[in-house]
């Protein structure tokens, strides 16, 4: 069963801990998903900080489902349910994965390519490029364990949204009650923002690339095989995961906490309810907040962004790999694994190019997050079919609180995603 006898937490624990845990929360909060938050809080001002709280703990159960699942079987997601159920089940999954993962692709990079138009000038599409291009290179030349060590310092740069808060006059007992006794609205408008807050807070693609980044740990670290094939033992490794996933999930939270606070406080406040993308929010605190503000906000979308592109081009990769039993590792050269770093590559490529598309932006923004949540609900119920199953976990399988929180927050998705569509059919 998961779980056991723990021992002390100390400073130096905890850092040797962060990893795959820590750079899946921050890759959560990408320009995509500030685009979202900066939308909550202009449209609805303080009445949906209550959707952060909610997700947390949810949040943490099913990236430590998704986790325990890489480490102990030693596969993707992708993989697990290829072995244990029809092959038509593994492909619709991955095949709306990909779809979801290109539109945020597109959605950050255009992002990305904006915000930093507004701070230096020159040519957004010329910005784009540049970090489409740089973000594949990386991902193809640098080794894994070089990788890592990046993205894991990047996720400071999270910080900046922390830092937008001293900027502004925020009213707190207003933001407390808010958060505590949230109010409700029946509305088309209301629901696809929760499902879009939701479904950004919840995504399939940090399931895919944390499960994947356990297996790359695996590969690198002193215990080579999956848990599973061990007589005994295996506590150490589970204790890492919860410590480095938790930690990693309520510092993404957080951070989604301070932007839709910062920017209910600014732009909702001063009558900005209109967002079309990050930059968008970042451009409007200007003239509110001033210009250090808007470079921290700003200097937020570039960093994410950064961080963001890898996890979900490489999300895609691992569980198309997975599927045609390619290899898939950001370990190998790529004569080693031409078919796993080709989908990197092509699901970059395709999410520049529908930014020279006529889609909408804020369309783009809430509807791939929109399609995160929708899509989270059978992947959720995959995955949480195959950690409570002895076949697949063994002795490891999830004990029962794990999977009454992960069962919980697969019910909890599926309830606003089917409340948002029967909006839509009742015009409301």
């Not at 997601?77 to 597109?106: D, M, P, Q, R, T």
């Not at 599927?323 to 999410?351: C, D, H, M, N, Q």
């Not at 399988?397 to 995603?417: E, I, K, N, P």
Request: proline share 4%; net charge neutral; with cysteine.
């Amino acid at each position: 069963m998961l779980g056991s006898k723990t021992t002390p937490l100390t400073l130096r624990r905890i850092g040797r801990a962060l990893g795959p845990g820590l750079v899946t929360g921050a890759a959560d909060d990408d320009p995509s998903g500030i685009a979202t938050y900066s939308q909550a809080g202009a449209q609805f001002g303080f009445n949906l900080l209550w959707t952060v709280f909610l997700t947390t703990p949810f949040m943490i159960a099913i990236q430590l489902v998704s986790a325990y699942m890489g480490r102990v079987t030693g596969k993707g997601i992708a993989a697990n349910v290829k072995e244990h159920h029809h092959g038509s089940v593994v492909f619709l999954l991955v095949s709306l994965l990909l779809a979801a993962n290109i539109f945020n692709i597109a959605a950050d990079i255009a992002a990305m390519g904006e915000a930093l138009y507004l701070v230096v000038g020159g040519l957004k599409h010329e910005h784009a490029l540049i970090f489409a291009g740089g973000s594949v290179l990386l991902q193809v030349f640098v080794p894994y364990t070089s990788y890592a060590r990046y993205l894991k310092w990047l996720t400071l740069v999270l910080f900046c949204y922390v830092g937008v808060i001293f900027t502004v006059e925020i009213p707190w007992r207003q933001v407390l009650i808010s958060t505590v006794l949230p109010s409700f609205q029946i509305s088309s408008d209301y629901l696809m923002m929760v499902v879009a807050v939701l479904g950004t807070t919840i995504s399939p693609y940090l399931f895919f690339w944390q499960a994947s980044q356990e297996v790359e740990e695996m590969a690198l670290g002193r215990t080579r095989q999956p848990l599973k094939n061990l007589r005994r033992g295996g506590s150490p490794e589970l204790e890492r995961i919860t410590i480095d996933t938790s930690i990693g999930m309520v510092f993404s939270n957080a951070i989604a906490f301070f932007i839709v606070l910062t920017t209910a406080a600014t732009l909702n406040t001063h009558g900005v309810t209109d967002i079309q993308t990050a930059a968008d929010a970042a451009n409007a605190l200007r003239p509110i907040a001033g210009d250090f503000a808007f470079a921290l906000f700003a200097l937020g979308i570039i960093g994410t962004g950064l961080l963001a592109i890898p996890v979900l081009a490489g999300s895609a990769a691992y569980a198309v790999a997975d599927v045609f039993g390619w290899r898939s590792t950001l370990e190998a050269k790529f004569p080693e694994a031409r078919g796993f770093y080709a989908i990197i590559l092509i699901a970059t490529v395709v999410g520049f190019a529908l930014g020279f598309t006529s889609f909408d932006p804020i369309k783009m923004l809430v509807w791939s997050a929109v399609l995160n949540g929708i899509v989270s609900v059978p992947v959720m119920a995959m995955m949480m079919v195959l950690i409570t199953s002895p076949s697949v976990m063994d002795r490891f399988r999830a004990r029962r609180w794990l999977a009454w929180v992960g069962w919980a927050a697969t019910a909890l998705m599926g309830f606003v995603v089917t409340a948002l569509m029967l909006s839509f059919l009742m015009g409301r």
